[in-house]
Every structure is written in C-alpha cells, then in structure tokens.
C-alpha cells in the first residue's frame, strides 16, 4: 500500500512538471502574426499582467476572432478595465478573454446593445447561456480597439481555467519567436534584519553590475554580514518588437544550491496585488522602477515555489560565496548574474525611525487624531513597521506611500465644523505630485457628518471642495442645425474637481446609448441606434460628478427621414 501511494506521488509530480495544457487547441485570436506589446504576468501597477497584449498594428478595428469552438459567456462593457470585452468558453473547460475592444461583430452587437437600451446603461454586464451565442474556431466575434485601460491600440488576450485563474497562453503553444536572452538592468542587495550589513551599511546597496559578452552578468564583489536579500530589475523583448516585456521564471543559487524560484505561469485575481510585495515597493513609489526582490517577506503569492527556501541569504563572518541568479524567457534563453559575496563582521547596527504608533500587521489599529480617524484591519500590512502619523488643519499625514498594502483601510473626517453648504461640496482626496500638493479625489462616501474614503494607499490626504459644475461641449454639431448625413453626434464632458460620477442624455425624452471614452473625455451617440424617427429633435444631457454638481446641455437639431 504505501509502495502503490509512493508510486502515485511521484507519478503525479513527473506529470506536473511537464506541461499539460492542451498544445494547438488555441489560435491566433488575431489574423495578423502574434507581436506582443505585453507579456504574461508582466509587472504593472498594483498587479500582475493577466494576459498577453497582442499588437494591432498602431489601429482599431481588426477583425477579433474565436480563438477555439465554444460559445460567449459573458460580456462586459465599463468605463475603465477591460472596457469592452468578450469572454468564450470553450468544451475543454478553459475560457478565453478579448479586451479593449472597440466593438462586437453585428450579431453580439445587437444583443449587448439591445440589453444596453434596456437597462439604460453604457456599462454592462450579461452572461449568455451556452445555447445562445455558439461560436466555431475562427468566427469573427469583434473588433480590436482602445477601450476601457488601454494605453494605445491593441487586443489583451486571456486564457482562463474553471477555477478563474488566469494562465500564461504560451503554456498552450502560443508561440512567439524569441531568440535573446533577457536583459539586467540593476541589481540590489538588502540587510534583512537589524545586525545585517551589505557593503558595511544596513542600508539597501545597489550593485555595480558588469555586462559579460555572453550577455550574462557579474556584479562588483561585496561583503556581506547575517540575513541579506537579493533584487534585480530585469526584462525581455522579443524578436519582432522593440519593447521590454516581461521574463518567465527567475531562480537563484547560493553555493550552486537553488534557495528561490519564481514563476510566471498562472495566478489568481485575488493574489494579483501582492505584487506590490513582490517588488521593492519604496523603490518603485520613488523611482518607477521594478526591482524584483528574490527573497519572500511574508508574501502569499502562488508565483512562488514553495518547496525552496524564502531566498534568504545568511552570510557569515569570513567565508566566501558565489550567489547566483538564473532568469529565463519563455523560449528557454538565459541571462545569469554572478555576485561574489565575502563574509565580514561588522559592528554596524540598523536605528529604526521610531514613531508613537506601531502597527502589528496581524491586528487591528485605530488611529485618532482631531477630526481624522484612520482603521486598519487585522492583516492590511505584510510586516510590523512604526507608522508616521498626524493631523493638522484637516489634512492627515499618514506615513508614505512607500509601504505596500495587502488589503484596503478606511479613512474618516468628521466634518461637523463645516456649514451644511459646504459639507455637501467635501471629499476627501489624496494628495500627490512632488510637493504633495496636488490632490486627487478618493472615492468618499458620506455618513452624516463623516466621510469616509476606502484606499490601498498611506500617504496625506485632506479634504477638498468641489464647487464647479461638469463642462459640456458639442464637439460635431450646433443647436437649430440640420444634420441629416451625420452618424455620430459628439460631445466631451469634463470636471475638474471630484471628476465625472454618471451621466445621462435622452432624444426627445427617450434615453440613448452615449458611449464614454474617459481618455479623450468624449461621449458618442450613433445614429444607426434608429431611437428617433421625428425631424425635429430635443436632444438633452445631465452630467454628475461625485459630489452631487451637475450640469444639464439642451440642443436641437433637425434631420430628414
Ligand atoms: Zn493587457
């Protein structure tokens, strides 16, 4: 018995090791060659890039098309995120996703726009049943476009299992040609703990680093005492693109004994924002870039292999070690980096800047200080740390945005000292900018006299007054004008104090599909929407922002039939 079970263990993981995702099963969602302007589990902000970013030629409007036989699952259609997207589930159980689109083919566009007029809303979200859309491999089911989050032209490809996590597609044989290593762009050493020294500082030293013809690494040598931690800043491009994207696994070595693995190949949503442990996050709030620390602090994420050690390093006095990292693309090519480590006692200690307020990561803390009252639950925070805290002339400093959070704390202002006018005009916003003046609005919701504003950030944060009503503007028409040959109707809206809640705009009282483009604040309505059939038209548009100001645009126009 305990043979046959030794037998099966070790059966199961020689088949997890090798791939066991369906090889050919996916096409090309495109009918262009595959170039990415994004990798799988690429780093981004506050998550992990959940797919590949398939370039579309510098356009919209290329033809999406099923990337297997199934049938549309679910449709949603938001402001931010995805902005349109399709989602296709396929018999073997696996869905793929198709984003930032433009628009869906004819007959998806009919169905979603038809569920649109009837809920009266842009944003949208419908889950066909598997009779009702059936689609075969290769059915053209959208376009390519920019919407939703979406920094330029492309189409953002998943490949999801039944458990919604999301996999890397070239584990399917989604394949990219690739032929160069990946690139090192720094390397950093950390003392882990208060009597560890890199270089003789308890500092975070950055490594000279040394570029070999082979197109591996070395760094300077260091010395080194107790629990360091190594970090690198690392990418890769691909043959047919110039951008960097992200790597597929990076591994390190001490002694030629393997201490720290990290792979790219699924993950699941809720996970995704560990990211911001993952990397060295007061590195990146200040700086912008990516430093990818290669020892695990307390961070759950299943990127990381398990069965290896935390990639701790423990240095001790006059030895000599050779620390290693092994960082590979998809296709198997490979960048090292050497750093040869002394061991050297030193006597330097770390001085923690303390504050009054200490924060025990797996508790709860309430913070109170005049009108501003600060809750963190039990778990918001990876580590214990002295938080800065205080609070003058209604703007709280809450330490800064240089300690990642796990999960989201509330903020709350009592504003019982304002006059009712004024509370009404209030939220709380953050602020930013190198002077840490400029503040933007957190979304605040109001309970009698406190608001309260749910963020992932530590940082300031006052409250600010929004008293301008939202901007309206026709951008392809004026009022009393005829224009019979028009398809679209145009106009941007715009506020420049809480920024734009909802809106709402109806042609002769009946609501109408306005589509909204946040990035170039436009609002478009088309006319194939067939929603008037009369001449002489009322066209009428409310514009809210998040507090409550509106603004309403009244227009007519005339059209022949
Ligand atoms: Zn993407």
Redesign the pocket.
């Known amino acids: 018995m305990r043979l046959v079970l030794f037998l099966l263990t070790t059966f199961s993981l020689i088949t997890q090791a090798q791939n066991n995702y369906p090889q050919d099963y996916f096409g090309n969602p495109l009918e262009v060659p595959l170039i990415l302007s994004?990798t799988f589990a690429e780093l981004r902000s506050n998550h992990f890039?959940?797919?590949l970013?398939i370039k579309t030629q510098q356009r919209e409007g290329l033809r999406v098309i099923s990337a297997a036989d199934g049938f549309i699952s679910r449709i949603k259609i938001s402001h931010y995120g995805y902005g349109k997207a399709l989602y296709i589930t396929h018999p073997n159980g696996y869905t793929t996703v198709y984003?930032h689109l433009q628009k869906f083919a004819p007959e998806i566009e009919t169905y979603v726009k038809k569920h649109q007029y009837e809920a009266e809303s842009y944003e949208i979200e419908l889950f066909p049943t598997a009779d009702e859309i059936k689609v075969l491999k290769g059915k053209h089911v959208a376009y390519s476009g920019n919407t939703g989050g979406s920094g330029g032209p492309?189409l953002?490809f998943e490949i999801r299992n039944k458990e919604e996590h999301t996999l890397n597609p070239m584990l399917f044989g989604i394949d990219v040609a690739d032929t160069t290593k990946p690139t090192v762009k720094s390397v950093y050493a950390y003392p882990l703990n208060d009597s560890s020294t890199v270089n003789n500082s308890n500092k975070k030293q950055k490594l000279r680093l040394i570029p070999l013809a082979s197109g591996d690494y070395t760094t300077e040598n260091i010395e080194a005492y107790g629990t360091i931690g190594i970090g690198v800043e690392t990418n890769d491009r691909q043959n047919l693109a110039a951008n960097s994207n992200g790597v597929y696994q990076i591994q390190s070595f001490l002694n030629g004994n393997q201490n720290f693995e990290i792979n790219f190949q699924s993950f699941s949503f809720d996970e995704s924002r560990n990211i911001n442990q993952l990397i060295d996050y007061e590195h990146y709030t200040e700086t912008k870039h990516r430093v990818q620390k290669l020892f695990n602090q307390n961070n759950s994420l299943s990127l990381y292999s398990p069965e290896l050690n935390n990639g701790n390093l423990i240095i001790a006095d006059s030895t000599n070690s050779i620390y290693k990292i092994r960082i590979l693309d998809f296709e198997n090519n490979e960048a090292w980096v050497t750093v040869n480590i002394k061991g050297n006692k030193t006597s330097s200690v770390k001085t923690e800047e303390k504050t009054p307020y200490y924060i025990y990561a797996n508790q709860s803390t309430n913070l109170k200080a005049g009108n501003v009252a600060v809750h963190f639950y039990p778990n918001t925070f990876y580590e214990n740390f002295y938080i800065d805290f205080n609070v003058k002339n209604d703007t709280l400093t809450l330490h800064k945005d240089i300690i990642p959070t796990k999960n989201n704390f509330n903020i709350n202002f009592n504003v019982s000292h304002f006059n009712d006018a004024d509370k009404n005009k209030l939220f709380i916003s953050r602020l930013v900018g190198r002077k840490n003046n400029y503040p933007i609005y957190t979304e605040t919701k109001r309970v009698g006299d406190t608001l309260i504003a749910n963020t992932k950030y530590l940082g300031s944060y006052t409250l600010t007054a929004d008293t301008t009503n939202p901007t309206i503007t026709a951008v392809n028409f004026k009022n009393e004008q005829w224009i019979s040959n028009y398809r679209f109707l145009k106009l941007k809206i715009d506020d420049s104090g809480s920024g734009i809640s909802n809106y709402r705009a109806t042609i002769n009282g009946k609501w109408i599909l306005m589509e909204y483009e946040y990035k170039n604040k436009t609002l478009t309505f088309d006319f194939n929407d067939h929603v008037s059939t009369e001449t002489k038209n009322n066209f009428k548009l409310i514009v809210t922002d998040n507090v409550g100001n509106s603004s309403t645009f009244e227009s007519v126009f005339y059209r022949k039939n």
């Open positions: 994004g890039h959940s797919g970013d984003a492309h953002h």
